[in-house]
């Protein structure tokens, strides 16, 4: 059995063809969506953000910013590709610097924990005979006091998510597993999202009972998957963003058509599968209720795969 991964598990749940795509036929493609490149970037800064201050530096947001649009600069090219066309590179790098300084302003000094791992690979086991295995990579691990860890994920997402799909994160509550496992004296794990553009900083915790239910949940999900001979084409608004629009028997005439009209106008995927804010205005703050906490930042300023909106997420850009 192969080694899974949430986003293994999530292309299939998306689209069974596109699974069959990337991880059956292995069809690689040289280009990358301009939202997963923007998360990238931003996370290649906080990452070398924390490198330094485990070595007892602190650069300054002015060092960080350049450092961002000096990789941003290097690393774009031809292969980045841009789906919503109402929106050029250039603003895309614009919200990456607002990420960035959005987060520094927020928690400079940076003295709120202690970092123990970055890009953390976690690897755990949902079954007691060890069939089968999740692995991910953990942006930031930090310990906050005598047993307590948070598990800190970066979104640059232009989407907030619901209550209801944070309680369901699956890829979260992997992490947790997996830190629980490697780190007995864990007795308390808190996952924290940043949703960077929007400056907010959600967070939730796991009850033994639900990390239990994901777990079932998975093997379950896992099985379809080593079960399934058929792998039917599932259309959605995330087609758009698909590497294999050009050979999927349902899109690629569709493909063709938008390739020859490129330059006569965007489109945008269907209004009730996003809630668009013009570039630049701030979300109004959302209520989240139950065992979540969602924290504006300090700075109150406005404002990776790519992912864009879905129902039940208020979308920024
Ligand atoms: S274009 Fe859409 S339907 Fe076709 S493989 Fe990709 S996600 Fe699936």
Redesign the pocket.
Known sequence: MPLYSHSRLSTFE??P??YR?RYIDRIRRDVQGIEAFLGNQVHGVLEFLYRELREGRCPSIDHLIARFNNSWADACSERIRIVKKEFTAEHYRAVGERCIAGYYSSYHPFDQDTTVGLEERVQLSLDPESRYQIQGYIDRLARIGEGIYAIHDYKTSSSLPSDRMLRRDRQLSFYEMGVRSCYPDAREVRLVWHYLAFDQTLISRRTTAELDEHRRRSIQLIDTIEAATDHP????A??RW?D??DI?P??RDQYRAEMAAAGEGPAGPPEAARRTLPAGDLPAPTSHGGAVAVHRARSGRTKRSGAPAEAEQMSLF
């Open positions: 998306k689209c063809l596109q795509y084409a599932k259309e959605s995330l087609c698909c294999y629009r999927c349902v899109q």
